[in-house]
């Protein structure tokens, strides 16, 4: 039957059998990859913020829970458990790593073969195919749908390893939905807009509202290892769990968007003042400089900028200039 379905038993009794244990030998190995990466990249000069190690580690931490403690066994008796693994591998473990920035990583902390064979599967058409927005939202919310609505979630419970791959599935496809909806690592194909990850995410969002509506109807258990309250219970945590993630979707992906139309005006104001100087400067420059004839360099238009007339070496070569030229 499983085990009770409490905080002390999910953070307790962590799974041992051959899949737990080699999905968290797995992890250990992403883990430190992940480490020792970040670590060469500062070896190197360069800045890697501690807010992605973080966001990643996290996100490792949670696909381990999902994986290994105790919700494995309560879901067996709990469809609520279930419903919190699954959320879990789909909701709250990819954008964690996808926050991390791995594939970002990799670019700059790896040798250059590893680099060319990285750079080469994000261009490749198969991987353009997978990551295709629509491919990526059936993988995200049509595979749930399947899951929840036919009999495979009933045969999957009574096969632990056809669930154990299904949960792979749940977590690769979610990486794949997550990871253009985040928008830090680089995309080589489909990028999406800002309004176009809030629309991404509003349609999914009804897509589990209308899940978790159609799991609270059903009469009957949606697994023979459950029961009819506890299917309405799981349905309702998946129907309320939409909400939030929905909103908490919403206002990371609007400061994105605010930010960058801010950056945007910022960096157009400030051509904008540049070439104004620069038009300035060259009406305000005296006949008595005289000038080469060509366009001036950035470190010459301050100068002038500051000091009012031509730089030395600047009126020297226009000097010599004048004297190679016949006389007339």
Do not use: C
Not at 103 to 122: D, G, I, N, P
Not at 157 to 166: A, G, Q
Not at 307 to 315: I, M, S, V, Y
């Amino acid at each position: 039957m499983g085990a009770p379905f409490t905080f002390q038993t999910i953070f307790s009794d962590w799974q041992w059998s051959i899949f737990p244990a080699t999905a968290a030998i797995v992890l250990l190995f992403i883990t430190i990859w992940y480490l020792r990466s970040a670590w060469l990249v500062r070896l190197r000069g360069h800045h890697w913020s501690s807010w992605r190690t973080t966001a990643f580690l996290a996100g490792i931490f949670t696909v381990d829970i999902a994986l290994q403690s105790g919700i494995v066994q309560s879901s067996m008796a709990h469809f609520g458990a279930h419903v919190l693994q699954h959320l879990l591998l789909m909701v709250v473990a990819p954008p964690l790593l996808a926050l991390g920035a791995p594939s970002t990583l990799l670019l700059q902390s790896s040798a250059r073969r590893v680099k060319t064979r990285w750079l080469a599967v994000l261009r490749s058409p198969s991987f353009a195919a997978l990551s295709h927005p629509l491919v990526t939202f059936f993988l995200y919310f049509g595979t749930m749908a399947i899951f929840f609505l036919t009999p495979l979630i009933n045969v999957a419970m009574h096969h632990e390893s056809l669930m154990d791959l299904i949960n792979i599935s749940f977590l690769l496809g979610a990486t794949l939905y997550w990871w253009p909806m985040i928008g830090i690592d680089p995309i080589v194909h489909w990028k999406m807009d800002y309004g176009a990850r809030m629309l991404n995410i509003l349609l999914g969002s009804a897509v589990e509202a209308f899940l978790g509506i159609a799991i609270i109807a059903e009469s009957h258990p949606i697994a023979s290892m459950y029961t009819v309250n506890d299917t309405h219970s799981g349905g309702a945590l998946l129907w309320i769990s939409t909400e939030f993630v929905t909103l908490g979707a919403f206002v990371p992906i609007y400061v994105q968007w605010f930010r960058s139309d801010q950056r945007a005006g910022d960096r157009s104001d400030l051509a904008l003042l540049r070439r104004h100087r620069a038009n300035n400067q060259r009406e305000q420059l005296s006949p008595s400089d005289n000038l080469v004839e060509r366009s001036l360099t950035p470190w010459e238009l301050e100068w002038i900028a500051r000091t009012g007339h031509a730089p030395q070496e600047l009126r020297l070569s226009a000097n010599h200039l004048d004297a190679q030229r016949p006389q007339t």
